[in-house]
């Protein structure tokens, strides 16, 4: 059964870095997310991905985040300069059709140190 | 805006037995998806169970089944005959449907131990 992956499954870094947040969806979907969950707390949307371009995003997606579909499989997720509340479990979801069910990735923990 | 509130932050249950995990929810919307997704250690978010706003049917998937009383506000599930590899945190999941990419909003979680 196809699914979501991401890379990598644990990331460290300085504070101040950059970070590359990797997903591949689901081949033939078409919806795409980032969502968040700081270690004990609930999931967050960060931001909606449709037809190359960003359909919805949360406050939390400030100026220091972007995504990008650079090719045909991969979604990116990018922190230009990450702070210390960034440390958290990053999720990748996609789906087929606006009213279909999100499919997750397994997450990448991010570790700003 | 749309809340999902889930009240119980810890539940347990013995093994085999039944158990039902609350969730309400608010919005002034007509059409939406209610969702169940399980997190075990692992941290992976998994689906457990869908249901349609307009159905009236409540959806099952194997051991798992979902009250969904609409007027209420409320999708409860239930887990039968629970395992061991139930053990995870349970979200309840809340998303408008039309046309759209919207996102889900989820409820804090429950911890629910399965305990043999």
């Known amino acids: 059964e196809p699914e979501v992956t991401q890379t990598p499954s644990h990331q460290v870094t300085q504070m101040g870095q950059e970070v590359i947040l990797r997903c591949v969806p689901i081949s033939n979907h078409l919806y795409f997310y980032w969502y968040r969950q700081i270690l004990g707390q609930k999931v967050e949307f960060l931001v909606s991905f449709y037809n190359n371009e960003i359909s919805e995003k949360s406050e939390i997606f400030d100026d220091q985040f972007s995504v990008e579909r650079p090719d045909g499989s991969n979604f990116t997720l990018k922190i230009r300069s990450t702070k210390l509340e960034d440390s958290a479990m990053y999720f990748c979801?996609?789906?087929?059709?606006?009213?279909?069910?999100?499919?997750f990735g397994p997450g990448t923990r991010l570790t700003v140190l | 805006a749309q809340t999902v509130t889930q009240s119980q932050p810890e539940m347990s249950v013995q093994e085999a037995e039944t158990v039902t995990l609350s969730c309400t929810y608010d919005?002034?919307?007509?059409?939406?998806?209610l969702f169940w997704y399980k997190q075990p250690p692992s941290r992976q978010m998994i689906l457990v169970i869908r249901?349609?706003?307009?159905?009236?049917q409540n959806a099952t998937e194997n051991r798992f089944s979902v009250n969904f009383q609409k007027a209420a506000k409320s999708f409860s599930l239930k887990i039968s005959d629970s395992q061991l590899g139930d053990t995870a945190m349970y979200f309840c999941a809340f998303i408008l449907t039309g046309a759209g990419s919207y996102q889900l909003t989820f409820g804090k979680g429950t911890k629910l131990s399965v305990i043999p």
């Open positions: 249901q349609e706003a307009y159905k009236q």
């Open positions: 919005t002034s919307e007509n059409n939406y998806y």
């Open positions: 979801a996609s789906k087929i059709g606006s009213t279909d069910t999100q499919y």
